[in-house]
């Protein structure tokens, strides 16, 4: 699976998320190492770094500013599944540098 050039956008997230459906990531991928970029909604920058391991799961850092001129950032491991029109969606699991809680969101890819 290769998640270079590929879109997502957030299809549900927690409560305590910062992203939501109206966030687009635009992904970037070289051998197994993984780079995004996102904007949108809440969001006025945000950064993705990782890895693809090979079954294909993702685990990453990630930092935004957000629109309040705060700089948040934590990490992320993503589970994907190959939908049956043959898009990829991530199910993932989130926390906030410094805090405890885990998160859950759901992403899905974005044709055209």
């Not at 949108?40 to 850092?61: C, M, P, R």
């Not at 629109?67 to 029109?85: A, F, H, V």
Request: charge should be negative; include cysteine.
């Amino acid at each position: 699976m290769n998640y270079h050039k590929k879109r997502f956008q957030v299809v549900s997230n927690s409560e305590t998320g910062e992203v939501d459906s109206n966030t687009l990531f635009h992904y970037s991928q070289q051998d197994d190492v993984l780079w995004a970029v996102y904007q949108g909604s809440k969001i006025k920058l945000g950064t993705i770094t990782g890895l693809v391991k090979e079954d294909n799961s993702l685990e990453f850092s990630y930092q935004h500013v957000n629109e309040e001129g705060l700089i948040r950032s934590g990490k992320c491991t993503s589970t994907p599944e190959l939908m049956e029109d043959g898009r990829i969606k991530l199910h993932e699991k989130w926390s906030w540098d410094g805090e405890d809680h885990i998160g859950e969101s759901v992403v899905e890819e974005v044709l055209n």
